[in-house]
């Protein structure tokens, strides 16, 4: 028989009260990312709170920090990704994937000190009807209640920048973008 000390026992019981979930403070809105290679960015949300048969419309903000104009990449559902939470921080898994998306890319450029927004979710037409996230590649259909959205958006593909930049700079990096709260509500 092995004799567990009282400060292991201790240890291994604080271990486990700050493995469970706790629920999420509230995120701040209107919060721009750490710049990456004088890059920032955002998600918005259209509506923060929908009922269930509806859709969340998700729109990725991107900022200049310098002065030079940046060059971005958009249209494409492979750099940009999302991590779903509830409201107790608990990840939430998509409800389907398509793995046969076919998308086109195209280049923005963002004139130094400003910014461009273009939507990063679509409205499904494959069966994911009622309140649901869906982000091209990936599809949340969501019961009522309370989640985060965090998410991240790169480039290294600047081989595919098509033409000539001319004075703007492609950007290459990644970002981490600060969570979004959103809710369902159910439907009266």
């Given amino acids: 028989m092995r004799i567990v000390s009282a400060t292991a026992l ?55 920090q310098g002065h030079t104009p940046l060059a971005v990449q958009s249209g494409n559902p492979h750099i940009f990704t999302i991590t779903l939470l509830d ?19 195209q280049w923005g450029v963002i004139p130094g000190r400003a910014y461009l927004g273009f939507p990063v979710s679509i409205h499904s037409q494959d069966g994911a009807k009622g309140s649901h996230l869906d982000i ?7 019961s009522p209640g309370t989640y985060r959205i965090t998410g991240e958006y790169s480039s290294d593909r600047a081989a595919d920048f098509m ?4 004075k703007a ?16 509500l159910e439907r009266e």
């Avoid at 721009?32 to 998600?43: D, F, I, K, Q, V």
């Avoid at 492609?170 to 369902?184: Q, S």
């Fill in 10 to 64: 201790a240890i291994a019981a604080q271990f486990c009260i700050s493995a469970v979930a706790r629920p999420l403070a509230p995120a701040k809105p209107d919060v721009w990312s750490e710049p990456a290679s004088l890059l920032a960015g955002r998600l918005r949300v259209a509506e923060k709170a929908i009922t269930t048969d509806q859709y969340f419309r998700l729109t990725l903000e991107l900022a200049n």
């Fill in 87 to 105: 409201s107790a921080g608990k990840l939430v898994k998509p409800t389907s994937a398509r793995i046969d998306v076919i998308s086109s890319p």
């Fill in 136 to 142: 091209t590649t990936l599809i949340w259909r969501l």
């Fill in 163 to 166: 033409g000539k930049p001319g």
């Fill in 169 to 184: 700079k492609i950007w290459e990096g990644k970002i981490r973008l600060p969570p979004v709260d959103i809710e369902v």
